[in-house]
């Protein structure tokens, strides 16, 4: 599966942000999803999954009750809204596609090209 990132920008603390991503392909419902972001200097880290039918998500402690992932797979896309925004959310925003559940970005094969968000203080 092809995944294209979108949707990030410059926005100031407290904002809000969507993030999207389109997967190419007729099997995206078969494809858990996840959202990995990665600040200068730092490692990929986890944000948030959802699992295929969409009923299951989970996320990082440190975006829990502040960015909510969805998916509709009859638009082939996952979502990211990202609520009550901080600094430290400043990162390249990578979305990914799976297999199983999982916070590791080893267990995922596919990867969008990553779009910057950038939360100024």
């Known amino acids: 599966v092809q995944l294209q990132a979108s949707g990030g920008g410059l926005v100031q603390a407290g904002g809000s942000l969507r993030l999207s991503c389109a997967a190419s392909g007729r099997t995206f419902g078969s494809y858990v999803m996840a959202w990995f972001r990665q600040a200068p200097g730092k490692e990929r880290e986890f944000v948030a999954a959802?699992?295929?039918?969409?009923?299951?998500?989970y996320y990082s402690d440190s975006v829990k009750a502040r960015f909510t992932i969805s998916r509709g797979n009859a638009k082939n896309t996952v979502y990211l809204q990202m609520n009550s925004l901080k600094s430290e959310d400043t990162a390249v925003y990578y979305c990914?596609?799976?297999?199983?559940?999982?916070?590791?970005?080893?267990?995922?094969?596919?990867w969008g090209q990553g779009t910057q968000v950038t939360v100024s203080s």
């Open positions: 990914a596609a799976g297999t199983w559940t999982s916070r590791s970005s080893t267990d995922f094969a596919s």
């Open positions: 959802i699992n295929r039918s969409g009923t299951n998500t």
